[in-house]
């Protein structure tokens, strides 16, 4: 599958983004999806993942409370809202997907191209 992501910006400390990722081809719903991001000098890192069915979500400490992951198989379409950023949150998301069952960066075959998010504070 291919994955192409979209939504990144500037936005100030408090305010939302809407990153969505779409899928190119047939079985996107075959697949769980993630969004990882990697900050400036830091190691790409875990941020939200979907189950196929969208039913089960997973969500990293650190955007607890703030990030929602959605899925609409058919639109082929996976998001991340973002709510209430923080200077922190600054980084290149990826979305990516796997037709495993663990959401392990290692385990996702698939990656889309990255798109980036500035908080200002």
């Known amino acids: 599958v291919q994955l192409q992501a979209s939504g990144g910006g500037l936005v100030q400390a408090g305010g939302s983004l809407r990153l969505s990722c779409q899928a190119s081809?047939?079985?996107?719903?075959?697949?769980?999806m993630g969004w990882f991001r990697q900050a400036p000098g830091k190691e790409r890192e875990f941020v939200a993942g979907?189950?196929?069915?969208?039913?089960?979500?997973y969500y990293a400490d650190s955007i607890k409370g703030r990030f929602t992951i959605s899925r609409d198989n058919a639109k082929n379409t996976v998001y991340l809202q973002m709510n209430s950023l923080k200077p922190e949150d600054t980084a290149v998301y990826y979305c990516?997907?796997?037709?495993?069952?663990?959401?392990?960066?290692?385990?996702?075959?698939?990656w889309g191209q990255g798109t980036l998010v500035t908080v200002s504070s």
């Open positions: 990516a997907a796997s037709s495993g069952i663990y959401y392990r960066d290692a385990d996702f075959g698939s």
């Open positions: 979907i189950s196929r069915s969208g039913t089960s979500t």
């Open positions: 081809g047939r079985t996107f719903r075959n697949h769980i």
